[in-house]
């Protein structure tokens, strides 16, 4: 900031900052609770695909955690069935 003659307190920064995480963690909790609807738009445009979501039950109350995804693309297990027959 030196270099353009500019001063910024520390503390302005860091509410910058601090604003950016919230902002940033807002999209990924919307992105998690979409999540279920991107794999069936998934599936809805590749057939013959196969996924796998695994939550983990966080209690009563409380929502679900992501913690894996397997998706086997419809295509690749084509491809696959038909090189090994």
């Known amino acids: 900031m030196k270099k353009f003659g500019i001063q910024v307190p520390n503390y302005t920064c860091w509410r910058?900052?601090?604003?950016?995480?919230?902002?940033?963690?807002?999209?990924?909790?919307e992105g998690y609770r979409m999540?279920?609807?991107?794999?069936?738009?998934?599936?809805?445009?590749?057939?013959?695909?196969?996924?796998?979501?695994?939550?983990?039950?966080?209690?009563?109350?409380?929502?679900?955690?992501?913690k894996h995804l397997f998706i086997g693309i419809g295509a690749a297990i084509s491809l696959l069935k038909n090189t090994t027959s």
């Open 16 to 29: 910058a900052m601090r604003t950016m995480r919230k902002i940033i963690e807002a999209k990924h909790k």
């Open 35 to 66: 999540f279920a609807y991107y794999i069936e738009e998934f599936k809805a445009k590749n057939p013959k695909s196969t996924y796998f979501i695994n939550w983990i039950n966080k209690g009563p109350g409380k929502n679900p955690a992501f």
